[in-house]
């Protein structure tokens, strides 16, 4: 969607390398960015999400960081492994809806 | 996690034909939504529906679909009649709040229009 956007669309990581998937949205009024991941086949699935008055979240290998000024977001997963490729989603919310970035495909090769 | 349920998982049918896909949502969400993805692509919004009303649709909501969920039922997608640019995979979502809260997606169902 137009009001987020994704980049890179393809991503190709070593195994154990770190991966970061960087996102920016139009609506300096979003407060809520959470992040898919989709498996082939599958449907997308929460994996973190970060809302507005914080600048960094991690768990369990993701983290997230919020710029607000910059209106940009970003996904980095540390030591990435095999498992960990997969279409990855950025969203944004504005005026109530959400708007989905276009995807990342994270290829992670052993 | 919180589960939405989609009905049938795969449907194939002539083009032309009406289809009806199924969500049963997050049994205390409010918000509802189907989204668009032709394989690979991305997730694409078609319609956000609330208090038996939709909300907000999107351009890719033509005049031939219809979206209900009639006495708290399934919420459902029905499109009629069918074209080929209509096979794709369809998810539906629901979420407890409009824009600020979680959006949990069901297991997508497979349309295929011959």
């Known amino acids: 969607g137009e009001q987020v956007e994704q980049l890179p669309s393809i991503l190709r990581v070593q195994e154990g390398s770190s991966a970061s998937i960087n996102c920016t949205y139009e609506n300096s009024a979003s407060n809520y960015f959470p992040w898919y991941k989709q498996e082939p086949g599958e449907n997308p699935k929460l994996i973190i999400d970060?809302?507005?008055?914080?600048e960094r979240k991690q768990t369990q290998g993701l983290i997230v960081l919020l710029d607000k000024k910059a209106k940009r977001f970003s996904l980095h997963i540390t030591d990435t492994q095999p498992g960990d490729s997969a279409m990855y989603f950025c969203?944004?919310?504005?005026?109530?809806?959400?708007?989905f970035g276009d995807g990342t495909q994270l290829v992670v090769k052993p | 996690g919180p589960k939405v349920l989609q009905i049938p998982s795969h449907q194939i049918i002539d083009m032309g034909q009406m289809v009806t896909l199924n969500c049963d949502p997050v049994s205390n969400h409010l918000y509802f939504y189907w989204y668009k993805q032709i394989l690979g692509q991305q997730m694409e919004f078609l319609v956000n529906?609330?208090?038996?009303?939709?909300?907000?649709k999107s351009k890719l909501f033509k005049d031939q679909f219809s979206v209900e969920r009639p006495d708290g039922s399934y919420f459902t997608l029905k499109i009629q009649p069918t074209a080929l640019e209509d096979s794709a995979v369809y998810f539906c979502?629901?979420?407890?709040?409009?824009?600020?809260?979680?959006?949990?997606f069901g297991p997508g169902t497979r349309l295929l229009v011959l």
């Open positions: 969203a944004a919310n504005s005026n109530n809806r959400i708007f």
């Open positions: 529906f609330y208090n038996g009303k939709v909300m907000e």
């Open positions: 979502a629901s979420s407890s709040y409009r824009g600020q809260d979680t959006q949990y």
């Open positions: 970060i809302r507005s008055n914080m």
